[in-house]
């Protein structure tokens, strides 16, 4: 049986998506809420996990142990890297990885820790539902790598730094996080996010001005993945 969990980091995120639903039962957990609803006959958990790698691990980790999730999705926006990501542009995450990762200092490679790997991959079968759902919807839908780091970048360098290291197209503050937390947890999951800026030196100003917009965009995609989910 599907039990769906839908997560984003900042209420911005989530309220586009809690907006489709009347019947919701709120439950308090860890210094957070998680909204309950039904759409169809699919059960589903909603949840932002408040901003960063940590937060989001917890989140997405009690959304699959407390809650029984078993399948999730993550909508959002993200920082640009590859130039041909505009403003409310739509991205899937083929794998994801975490940028700020540095144990360089002992031979090993950026993003990587013993036991862990410097990419993790997202379920094949959401990304080709994905893929589906933008061509049904005459929308386009890059697939690419994410990056991911606790840092709001705003800086060209450290923005290009982060896509060749990486060969990453874009970035943000929580995927690859949720992406450790699923693959340990044999979880299949999908990152999606819409482009609010381009971490560079207009990355704040632009955010502030995008956030909402591409907020729902990612959430409107999503609402037409739960239409054709299984
Ligand atoms: C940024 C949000 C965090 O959850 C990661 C947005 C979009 N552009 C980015 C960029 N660098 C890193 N991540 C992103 N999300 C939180 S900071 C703003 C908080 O405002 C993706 C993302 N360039 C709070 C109000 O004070």
Known sequence: MLKLAIMGAMEEEIEPLLANFSDIKVTEFANNKYYEVKFND????????????????????????KFGCNKLLFSGVAGAINPSLKIGDL???????QHDLDITAFGHPFGYVPG????IEADNTLIQLAKDVALEQNIDLLDGIIATGD??????????????????????????????VCNALNVPFLILRSISDSAD????????????????????????ILKRIK
């Open 151 to 180: 840092q709001f970048v705003a800086n060209e360098e450290r923005k290009n730094w982060i896509g060749s290291t990486f060969n990453a197209d874009a970035l943000e503050m929580e995927g690859a996080s949720v992406a450790v």
């Open 201 to 224: 030196m207009d990355a704040g100003f632009s955010f502030d001005e995008f956030l909402k917009s591409s907020a729902n965009r990612s959430a409107s995609f999503i609402i037409e």
């Open 91 to 97: 991205i899937v995450a083929t794998k994801l990885c």
């Open 116 to 119: 862990g790997n410097v990419f």
């Open 42 to 65: 699919i059960e589903i958990v909603i949840a932002y996990s408040k901003i960063g790698k940590v937060f989001a691990s917890l989140t997405a980790a009690t959304l699959i142990e």
